[in-house]
């Protein structure tokens, strides 16, 4: 009998996400750098890639007395679904999103004005850069703009290896993992983007980065639930790309709010 199996979506993993805060500090602004060096000393972007994962065990939601109170209530009720926007193949995202209102759109449009926000708490802006620098993640992996219906690839059951799993997780962590390399040792590998294609990149809008990671999804579903190397071989590509390409734009959303 397959169980089928219903791990919350954590797109990328650590290393994904932390790999990509480290890309986008290699592509910042001087000026940005040194503002978010001020207004958190002590936190790189990598380090505050996993924040919003790692919240999701604060049951008293602890976090949110930072933020404005129209805001905590939301976050509060809706911060599992900030991570992700789910689209049917027959489904523009307009219409995804007034099915799902509270979305990773949503969420990155509340958190950009918050950071940007020079009046607001500074823990607040805190917490708004971590969650900015997560969602850039999120929009990059193709199954976060997956269909309702398979919960974005986590009802779908895949052996990788051998090993028991679903294809979120594949393309959240085995992909990346499988290279056995740490994120500092993949940013190094994959972050040789051109001038030209950074500036290209740059110039996409948040919906934009999710329609191609719509387009990316029939690519991702599998033929065979026994995923190995062939796999690996087909998608590793396109998980580096997206990886640098997320990493890039999360520097230019940066550079938008602390150094317009």
């Known amino acids: 009998m397959i169980v089928l199996l219903t791990t919350a979506a954590l797109a990328w993993g650590p290393t994904g996400h932390r ?6 500090e ?17 936190e790189s972007l990598a380090r505050a890639s ?15 007395s930072a933020l404005p109170p129209a805001l905590q209530e939301l976050a509060r009720a809706h ?7 789910n689209a049917e193949a027959d489904q523009s995202l307009a219409e995804a999103r007034e099915v799902q209102p509270e979305n990773l759109l949503t969420a990155l449009e509340r958190f950009r ?22 969602l850039v993640g999120d929009a990059h992996q193709p199954l976060h703009v997956g269909s309702a219906k398979d919960w974005g690839g ?16 594949v393309w959240d962590e085995h992909l990346i ?30 919906t934009q980065w999710l329609e ?12 065979d639930h026994l995923l190995s190397w062939d796999y690996a071989y087909t998608h590793t590509a396109t998980v580096e790309r997206r990886l640098v390409q997320a990493g890039v734009r999360l520097a230019a959303v940066l550079d938008e709010v602390f150094a317009p």
């Open 177 to 206: 993992d499988h290279t056995q390399l740490s994120y500092t040792e993949l940013v190094d590998f994959v972050d040789h983007v051109s001038a030209s294609d950074a500036a290209t990149w740059s110039q996409a809008t948040p």
């Open 79 to 85: 911060h599992k679904t900030w991570h992700y926007l």
């Open 154 to 169: 986590n009802k779908i059951v895949v052996y990788w290896f051998e090993e028991q799993s679903n294809l979120h997780r």
């Open 212 to 223: 191609e990671s719509k387009a990316l999804v029939p690519s991702v579903l599998p033929d």
């Open 113 to 134: 004005a918050l950071a940007a926000d020079e009046s607001a708490d500074p823990e607040a802006r805190r917490v708004a850069v971590r969650w900015i620098v997560h």
């Open 26 to 42: 290699r592509h910042l602004d001087r000026k940005t750098a040194k503002a978010l060096e001020q207004l958190m000393p002590t």
């Open 50 to 64: 996993t924040w919003p994962d790692h919240i999701r065990s604060d049951h008293d939601f602890a976090w949110v």
């Open 19 to 24: 790999a990509v805060g480290l890309i986008a």
